[in-house]
């Protein structure tokens, strides 16, 4: 039987108020609702003390312009060069006034369009009205919390406006005390954000976990990402969403040498197909065979290559192969040509391959299919993983040797989207080894392009 959703009851809907009398507004909340209702018609509400998660979001009008396709740079709130460039293509395209600026009118196209993509009915989807009760909902569920959002805006600096408010999930069961939790929303320009950065720690619960989830593009020398990044204990990015995939990945890891406790949701999309792998090669001439790999083809949703790369990773870094040459060509299929050096010298090829397909699914960049082979015909290493028969048939048909091998099928992870895996994310913190690893592979791999 499918769980139904909570219900979420708000205990305060979202209220404007200065920024030193954030903290005075939430125990105001709780003393008021700390006590059951003469009628009993709701149970006491307390305060959640799990974690606080600090949420960055990308400034909608740079996030509908890159979903668009007209804007190419970080999500990161400032109205530069490039952004004015990116509203006045759209303007154009979409008959607008060219202004350059995000008008209301400009805004109100943006969205209908970006809707229209999502197969949606053209409502606002602005990130601002409704990032908070898609967090709420997953969240609060399963861990109630402290949330601190953050949402830079494009436009004239005109200070940092707060507003706090607490949601509560209603279970089906029966409950003495509703968990709740609590939201303090931060909105401003780029600037603006960062003046009030230093208070940002002050409002995180002390002698709890505390997670930043970074939604934008990530930046090694932002100053208000740094700032964030020194206090928390795990930094969560999703790098389905990157705009330049083989450079943020290269972020990454340079924020990773410099001590930054990094996790990846689009990481955790990938563990279906790491499990399947390493169970094809359980058995014992299996796992003798694994060393006569030596041509891997992954096949993945056109736009994204970051889940292909990130697998590619995990496989090298257990294998100890080491990256030697890397060549991308970009056409009706973006196809990457990874050469590495295996254990006694043993030549590794390994090609990703965008494929275009008519139906793209909510996840950028999505793994399709891969094959794993050898050229020595006596190697009993073959296998190919799918998620669906067209990525099955497709490997099979291109496959060469050992087209015979072991075939399996992956199910899809029963909730791919952000906040689900979020939910499972804060379960845990600190640093993720395998992850690590396998982003050391991808930095050399990139690195090594134009190397022969």
Not at 10 to 38: F, R
Not at 69 to 98: C, H, S, T, W
Request: charged share 20%.
């Amino acid at each position: 039987m499918t769980p139904q959703a909570p219900t979420i009851f708000s205990l305060q809907a979202p209220k404007d108020i200065s920024l030193n009398e954030l903290e005075a507004e939430l125990n105001q909340i709780w003393q008021s609702y700390g006590i059951t209702g003469e009628d009993g018609g709701l149970p006491a509400a307390t305060r959640a003390t799990t974690f606080t998660l600090v949420v960055y979001e990308p400034e909608e009008t740079q996030y509908l312009l890159a979903a668009l396709g007209f804007y190419n740079g970080p999500i990161d709130g400032i109205l530069g060069p490039q952004m004015e460039v990116a509203l006045r293509q759209a303007q154009k395209q979409y008959k607008l006034p060219e202004t350059g600026t995000a008008t209301p009118e400009t805004l109100a196209v943006l969205r209908e369009e970006f809707s229209k993509r999502q197969g949606g009915t053209g409502d606002s989807v602005s990130t601002l009205s409704t990032a908070s009760p898609k967090i709420a909902d997953e969240i609060a569920l399963r861990n109630p919390c402290r949330i601190i959002a953050l949402f830079p805006i494009a436009g004239e600096d005109e200070g940092v406006k707060a507003q706090v408010s607490a949601y509560c999930p209603i279970q089906k069961q029966s409950s003495s005390t509703l968990i709740c939790c609590e939201y303090i929303t931060l909105s401003g320009t780029a600037a603006a954000l960062e003046r009030v950065g230093g208070m940002i720690p002050a409002l995180l619960i002390g002698g709890l976990p505390k997670f930043l989830w970074w939604k934008a593009t990530p930046d090694p020398n932002n100053a208000l990402f740094k700032r964030l990044a020194a206090v928390c204990n795990n930094v969560i990015v999703d790098s389905c969403n990157f705009n330049e995939p083989e450079s943020d990945l290269l972020s990454l890891q340079q924020l990773l040498e410099t001590g930054v406790p990094l996790a990846d949701l689009n990481w955790r999309r990938l563990s279906a197909w790491q499990e399947l792998t390493a169970e094809a090669y359980d058995s014992p001439h299996r796992r003798a065979a694994l060393k006569e790999v030596d041509r891997v083809t992954i096949d993945y949703e056109k736009g994204n290559p970051t889940q292909a790369l990130l697998f590619l990773g995990w496989l090298a870094s257990r294998l100890e192969w080491l990256p030697v040459s890397y060549q991308h060509e970009t056409g009706d299929y973006d196809i990457t040509r990874i050469h590495f050096l295996g254990q006694e010298q043993r030549q590794i090829e390994a090609e990703l391959a965008g494929v275009p397909v008519a139906d793209v699914g909510n996840i950028a960049g999505d793994l399709i299919a891969l094959r794993l082979s050898s050229t020595n015909p006596q190697a009993d290493c073959g296998t190919v993983i799918c998620s669906e028969t067209g990525g099955c048939m497709r490997m099979e048909t291109h496959g060469g040797a050992q087209s015979s091998g072991l075939f399996q099928q992956v199910s899809s992870l029963s909730e791919q989207k952000a906040e689900a895996l979020l939910s499972q994310q804060v379960q845990r913190w600190g640093r993720e080894s395998l992850f690590e690893e396998s982003l050391g592979v991808i930095a050399k791999i990139l690195k090594s392009g134009g190397e022969s």
